[in-house]
């Protein structure tokens, strides 16, 4: 394939000619395209120039719009133009015809309206987190009082994906922070001999603080994401409005049985968890300080009164209704393109670890003399 | 005339299920070649191999007298560049508005000025018949029938050599439908296009096929213009061509006088 040539003549007449041969299209433009529109333009200039193009092999709508914008949009006076290549011009002529209307010009004041579409936004979220909840509590109400539609078997592949699965990995890590933190206490207690404290330290860190908000941390990472990019992609596709054609409610078929599997798996795991942790723990301890199993188990409940399991498990399902709670509700806001799936599955891990810290601190403030040693 | 595609003694299998068992077929240079057979006849996964987005469990194809995957990076790279696709369902984007859809093959062949792009992008919506102003909707704000016209815009707007169309008319209004196939005819009047098109549509078939084949009982059952392929007694071919809407569009066609 020849690329795109262009030759100057002048005629027995006296007139100049600018004679254009070759391949003119795209792949062959590409490589020297600047320097072929800056000879043109610097042809166009002169008056009185003939267009030849009837050396032209090939043309499509890039190199058609290449001589057309140097012609300024209009046929030369003087050319030479084949019919063969008459009815590429004649589209370029007649998209020119259509109005246009560019993306919307920047308004002056553009920043209040900025700041206007950021707090609607804001109260967007909420009022729809709000309303969520809201259509939760009528659809518990709802399951109440007709127990026949309590969609079992999706709550029940819920538990299995978000809980079950969920407990190799929480152990494994749970394991390691009780190595880790016992590790590190038993460096410091060994310099006051306050040994025997690695018990009470593990005790009540791990299974009030600690599991709880490592598992809610997982959890969110783990299922949250998952649930979100499952809700947004169910948008995507218009899974969700297929649904709804057929009578199904959304919130009582893809929203509780999340946020019911979640309550009830995270306690659990919350529990599970905390025990592996202070195995790990236990571990170090003997290792480091000397501390027997059976010391460490036997001195457990005297130091760890028993409320702070309760507190632990109602963390749990606080934790666990809150993230199914906020990965549901950037899941349904996700629209029907990619960007906004990858943001709003990013926006809901990101947000249920933020909210699930900040409820901590609240059962921090609420429980604070609930569950202490004496 | 030199052949764009080859397929040599192709074999496809998803499982047990066998799609196509032993299939040539040959595409020249500048013809339209027009692909039908029944839903589920393996059409789309054909185009999908031809292109090299599939591989095909036997046999080879050769894409302008090039193997597929020979595992050259910068081989295949150049011929991707030399075909656009029009894929069944569009395919667009979703996180580019229609204008970046139609621009995105272009920035990618190293066009930089963007007044240049501005008025290509503008030129390919009016070929399609899209308005200006659609250009700054995202694709999920568009009907079906919009985003088989902006697929196909982003699909002409790399100037390929070949074409490959996965029903295009199918959701066109019947208007719309005409004015494709007479895009379709005069671009590959102008630049000597090679169009392998899908269709089930017969008013496309009449309209622009040059060559059909036939894709039935896993191969190509029957090869030729539109009037050898009627004289061919097959199920299929009887049922898809010879009843009553099939005449018409055919004798529409004969009246109108198809280059
Ligand atoms: N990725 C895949 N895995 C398994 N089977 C597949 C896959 N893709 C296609 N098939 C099967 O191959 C067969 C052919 O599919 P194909 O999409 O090519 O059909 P088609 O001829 O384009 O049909 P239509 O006209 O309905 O679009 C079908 O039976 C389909 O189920
Ligand atoms: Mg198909």
Redesign the pocket.
């Known amino acids: 394939m020849s690329g795109a040539s262009l030759a100057l003549d002048t005629d027995a007449e006296g007139r100049r000619w600018l004679r254009l041969s070759g391949t003119w299209r795209l792949m062959a433009l590409a490589p020297q395209f600047e320097a072929l529109a800056g000879e043109l333009d610097r042809q166009a200039a002169q008056p009185g120039i003939g267009w030849d193009l009837q050396g032209i092999e090939s043309l499509d709508s890039v190199g058609a719009m290449l001589l057309w914008r140097v012609w300024q949009r209009r046929y030369p006076e003087i050319l030479q133009l084949p019919d063969r290549l008459e009815p590429v011009f004649e589209r370029l002529y007649a998209a020119g015809k259509t109005p246009e209307a560019g993306p919307e010009a920047p308004r002056p004041y553009e920043w209040v309206a900025t700041v206007g579409r950021l707090a609607i936004g804001l109260w967007r979220h909420v009022s729809d987190f709000v309303a969520l909840i809201g259509q939760l509590v009528l659809d518990i109400a709802h399951l109440a009082r007709v127990p026949g539609e309590i969609p079992w078997r999706e709550t029940s592949a819920n538990l299995y994906k978000s809980g079950v699965r969920a407990m190799p990995v929480t152990a494994l890590v749970g394991f390691l922070i009780g190595i880790v933190l016992s590790y590190l206490s038993a460096l410091q207690l060994k310099n006051f001999g306050a040994d025997i404290f690695i018990v009470n330290i593990l005790g009540m860190g791990i299974i009030r603080e600690l599991g709880p908000v490592l598992v809610a941390v997982l959890v969110a990472g783990r299922s949250g994401s998952a649930l979100t990019a499952q809700l947004g992609v169910m948008r995507v596709t218009e899974e969700i409005d297929a649904l709804a054609t057929m009578g199904v409610s959304r919130s009582l078929r893809l929203i509780f049985p999340k946020v019911a599997a979640l309550a009830v798996a995270m306690p659990l795991l919350v529990l599970w968890t905390s025990a592996i942790a202070l195995m790990g723990g236990m571990v170090s301890a003997q290792f480091q300080l000397d501390i027997s199993y059976g010391y460490f188990i036997d001195t457990l409940p005297k130091v760890v009164p028993v409320a702070n399991l309760y507190i632990a498990s109602l963390k749990g399902v606080a934790f666990g209704m809150l993230v199914a709670l906020v990965a549901c509700h950037f899941g349904l806001r996700v629209r029907p393109n990619t960007e906004s799936l990858s943001s709003n599955t990013t926006a809901s891990v990101v947000s249920s670890i933020t909210v699930v810290i900040l409820v901590d601190a609240l059962f921090a403030i609420a429980t604070r003399s609930i569950g202490m040693p004496i | 005339m030199t052949s764009v595609i080859e397929i040599d003694h192709l074999s496809t299998r998803?499982?047990e299920?066998w799609?196509h068992r032993d299939l040539n077929l040959e595409i020249q240079a500048g013809e339209v070649m027009a692909l039908v057979?029944?839903?589920?006849?393996?059409?789309?996964?054909?185009l999908r191999q031809m292109i090299g987005l599939l591989q095909p469990s036997k046999g080879q194809i050769r894409l302008f007298g090039e193997p597929l995957f020979t595992g050259n990076a910068e081989q295949e790279r150049n011929l991707r560049r030399r075909f656009g696709m029009l894929f069944?369902y569009g395919a667009l984007y979703s996180a580019f508005t229609v204008f970046q859809n139609i621009a995105f093959p272009l920035r990618e062949l190293g066009v930089v000025d963007e007044d240049l792009i501005h008025d290509l992008v503008m030129l390919k919506l009016s070929m399609v018949e899209l308005l200006p102003r659609h250009a700054w909707l995202m694709p999920s704000e568009l009907s079906g029938g919009m985003i088989k016209r902006v697929a196909l815009a982003r699909a002409l707007s790399m100037e390929p050599e070949l074409l490959l169309l996965?029903?295009p008319t199918a959701g066109l209004d019947p208007d719309r439908s005409e004015s494709f196939v007479k895009l379709i005819r005069s671009l590959h009047r102008q630049l000597g296009l090679t169009v392998v098109l899908?269709t089930?549509d017969l008013d496309t078939l009449a309209g622009l096929a040059t060559r059909v084949a036939v894709?039935a009982e896993q191969r190509i059952l029957a090869l030729g213009t539109i009037d050898d392929i009627m004289q061919v007694d097959h199920p299929f071919i009887r049922n898809f061509f010879c009843c009553d809407r099939a005449q018409r569009a055919l004798q529409s066609r004969a009246s109108e006088g198809v280059a």
């Open positions: 998803f499982g299920h799609v057979g029944g839903s589920g006849s393996g059409k789309t996964t054909l069944q996965d029903e899908v089930h894709l």
